[in-house]
């Protein structure tokens, strides 16, 4: 007998995209990070300085994970498209419909007939009049919804693990920066294709801030 498997298991589970991007959410704010390594098929380091982290308004900004081409080039997007409403409507998008507007950007990207596959995930933070908000954005275009904190590429295992230990429910965005560190710190230290540094990002009523930034001295002096 065949097992079908849904879009979910098919793409999500067994594609795996070469980074560790983590978010946390806080009392007082979400915590975003990111690590800074760039792989070719997760074997050769192509770039040791990438920015994985992203502001796409005054209120909310995403991680990537995946092709970085993709990754640019939504991004952009997204932006664009950000604008376009605010000209519009002159009002700023809500984190739900800008996390759902991601979505569906990337749902059209991967269905695209290409001989590179589109594989991109995100994690988007934002705040705004509804609160605090974490979602996960799928390489299929699937958006889920956070309440604690959430980690992707090659290198989640790891740092799901550290978060899982010492994620607490009433956590400061002070505590969730260590956290955040610790997370991906852990990836670091197995995972092949996470590397480099580590980036972190707060997303509070004060708005987007960049608030760690550490780069990893591998050179050897005699």
């Known amino acids: 007998?065949?097992?079908?498997?849904?879009?979910?298991?098919?793409?999500?589970?067994?594609?795996?995209?070469?980074?560790?991007?983590?978010?946390?959410?806080?009392?007082?704010?979400?915590v975003l990070a990111a690590d800074k390594r760039a792989t070719l098929g997760g074997r050769i380091?192509?770039?040791?300085?990438?920015?994985?982290?992203?502001?796409?308004?005054?209120?909310?900004?995403?991680?990537?994970?995946?092709?970085?081409?993709?990754?640019?080039?939504?991004?952009?997007?997204?932006?664009?498209?950000?604008?376009?409403?605010?000209?519009?409507?002159?009002?700023?998008?809500?984190?739900?419909?800008?996390?759902n507007l991601l979505g569906s950007i990337v749902y059209q990207n991967i269905r695209r007939m290409s001989?590179?596959?589109?594989?991109?995930?995100?994690?988007?933070a934002g705040t705004d009049k509804e609160g605090l908000h974490l979602y996960d954005v799928g390489v299929d275009g699937s958006v889920l919804k956070h309440k604690d904190y959430v980690t992707d590429?090659?290198?989640?295992?790891?740092?799901?693990?550290?978060?899982?230990?010492?994620?607490?429910?009433?956590?400061?965005?002070?505590?969730?920066?260590k956290l955040a560190v610790k997370a991906v710190n852990a990836a670091m230290?197995?995972?092949a294709a996470t590397g480099e540094g580590i980036d972190v990002y707060t997303i509070t009523k004060q708005g987007v801030k960049k608030v760690f930034a550490e780069k990893l001295n591998t050179t050897i002096t005699c």
């Open 153 to 177: 590429g090659s290198g989640f295992m790891m740092a799901f693990g550290v978060m899982d230990t010492l994620y607490k429910k009433d956590i400061k965005v002070s505590e969730g920066v």
């Open 1 to 30: 007998m065949v097992r079908l498997m849904t879009v979910n298991e098919d793409i999500n589970q067994y594609v795996k995209k070469g980074t560790t991007t983590v978010g946390i959410m806080c009392t007082d704010g979400v």
């Open 115 to 124: 001989p590179i596959m589109g594989i991109t995930g995100f994690l988007l």
């Open 45 to 99: 380091i192509s770039n040791k300085t990438v920015e994985k982290v992203f502001p796409l308004s005054d209120n909310i900004a995403v991680t990537m994970a995946g092709v970085v081409s993709d990754a640019q080039l939504i991004t952009k997007l997204i932006k664009a498209e950000i604008r376009l409403k605010r000209v519009r409507t002159g009002k700023e998008p809500s984190s739900e419909e800008t996390a």
């Open 189 to 191: 230290q197995r995972d």
